[in-house]
């Protein structure tokens, strides 16, 4: 039997996918009744919630996202993903501009810098430290995403926002490729080098003045 269309459209998509966060979000609450799973659902109620708003950012537009809470919520989620697979200690330094905030929804904000701290994660095995710097200047809005780990080879430089590109098989290479999709959905560029004054990878994101640019994402 043929799938009809409409199911397969994005709103169908969402609608399916609504259904799922729902019964999970009941599922938890039974969970958070004991109080000896109390972090455990902590932990997954943080993921629940950043996965409904994934799901919400694509099918609304809009918007504005204060970074500073953004990055206190990246770094969360990095933290549950860190302890749920026993994963090195990463420190995050955050030095973000008082009130700052750039055009579109936080759950495609939130895919954006969770897949940057992955990447960076996974590339310190043995921990690290992640710095974020984010602050307006005159052209705009400037976000810079650091790490103290090996840095990126020369020859992956151009080819790391490839969709598929990775270095690591059990990877399917598309962190870096949504990174960048949804940097340029508001209007902005995302650039990758390596650090200047210490070992490193350092990621720089550059995105127009929050009401300069209709969001799209």
Do not use: C
């Amino acid at each position: 039997m043929a799938v009809r269309p409409e199911a397969l459209t994005l709103a169908g998509v969402v609608h399916d996918l609504n259904n799922v966060f729902e019964t999970l979000f009941e599922a938890n609450e039974v969970l958070k009744a004991d109080p000896k799973q109390a972090k455990l659902s902590a932990t997954i109620a943080r993921n629940l919630e950043h996965g409904a708003r994934i799901v919400k950012s694509l099918e609304a537009q809009g918007g504005l996202t204060e970074v500073a809470g953004l990055f206190e919520q990246v770094e969360a989620l990095l933290t549950d993903f860190l302890v749920s697979s026993r994963g090195p200690k990463i420190e995050v330094v955050s030095a973000i501009e008082p009130n700052l905030q750039i055009a579109g929804m936080r759950g495609a904000w939130e895919r954006v810098f969770l897949n940057l701290f992955l990447n960076a994660a996974r590339m310190m095995p043995q921990g690290g430290r992640i710095e974020v710097k984010a602050d307006t200047v005159p052209t705009g809005i400037k976000i810079h995403v650091t790490d103290n780990g090996p840095g990126i080879p020369a020859r992956l430089l151009e080819r790391l926002f490839e969709p598929g590109f990775t270095t690591t098989p059990k990877h399917k290479g598309l962190g870096l490729h949504i990174v960048r999709s949804i940097v340029e959905s508001q209007g902005g560029e995302v650039f990758a080098s390596n650090r200047e004054d210490a070992s490193g990878a350092s990621f720089l994101i550059r995105l127009p003045h929050a009401f300069e640019h209709p969001v799209t994402a």
